[in-house]
């Protein structure tokens, strides 16, 4: 019975990833989805149920991808390698959009820019922060992590961010950092670093043009929410 079991599950998953091979990822549910994805870390046992539960647990598969590592192996049936598989998903997707948003590419005001880095913090489960340097014409030369597992920039490092501007040669900077939870406000702490860091900027020639807070899926900008008349 446990061979024939066997066979079941391994003639479905061949029929699966022939359909993926053949109609591509649009053919499939959420669940087939992330039932075909495990099956890449659970090489024997059914995954559909798994793939039910976890969708359940997170509330959808945004949620499924957006999960910890802790929270996910709390889940029954997911181990460490599942967890890593689906955490490295979202990892990979970042570093893909990344890799399209070509050096050299301009972005004008807070708009431009906010689409530009909102895939930096697209399924983040913590807090992060990072520096985006523009060239004088306002053109994309690199954008950096500044720090993970915080989003207050009371304890961003003013050494790294000096690195980084003199690193690239940049004549202007951008900060943005995210809440993973309420609203993309920054906070009185924020405020006055921002300040700090602008006038740090300015005594070496380069420019801070805004500083913008995401959260889910939404941001703001200190400039236009007027905290930069203030500097």
Do not use: W
């Not at 972005?107 to 906010?114: L, P, R």
């Amino acid at each position: 019975m446990a061979e024939q079991g066997k066979n079941i599950h391994s003639g479905h998953r061949a029929r699966q990833k022939e359909k993926f091979r053949e109609h591509g990822l649009d053919s499939f549910t959420d669940v087939e989805a992330l039932e075909l994805l495990l099956y890449y870390a659970i090489p024997r046992a059914d995954t559909n149920e798994l793939a039910h539960r976890l969708l359940d647990r997170f509330h959808g598969f945004r949620g499924v991808l957006e999960a910890g590592l802790d929270e996910l192996q709390a889940v029954p049936g997911v181990g460490e390698n599942a967890a890593a598989l689906l955490r490295l998903v979202t990892a990979l997707n970042t570093r893909y959009q990344r890799a399209g948003r070509r050096r050299g590419m301009s972005v004008s005001g807070s708009g431009e820019i906010g689409e530009f880095l909102q895939h930096e913090f697209d399924y983040r489960n913590e807090e992060c922060s990072v520096l985006l340097c523009l060239d004088p014409g306002e053109h994309v030369i690199e954008c950096h992590l500044l720090a993970e597992g915080t989003s207050s920039m009371v304890e961003l490092s003013a050494r790294e961010i000096m690195q980084y501007v003199l690193q690239d040669k940049a004549a202007k900077a951008v900060l943005a950092h995210n809440h993973v939870a309420g609203v993309a406000l920054p906070s009185s702490a924020d405020v006055e670093a921002t300040g700090r860091i602008y006038h740090m900027l300015r005594t070496i020639g380069v420019e801070l043009l805004d500083h913008l807070v995401f959260c889910d899926g939404d941001f703001v900008s200190m400039r236009e929410s007027g905290h930069f008349a203030y500097f």
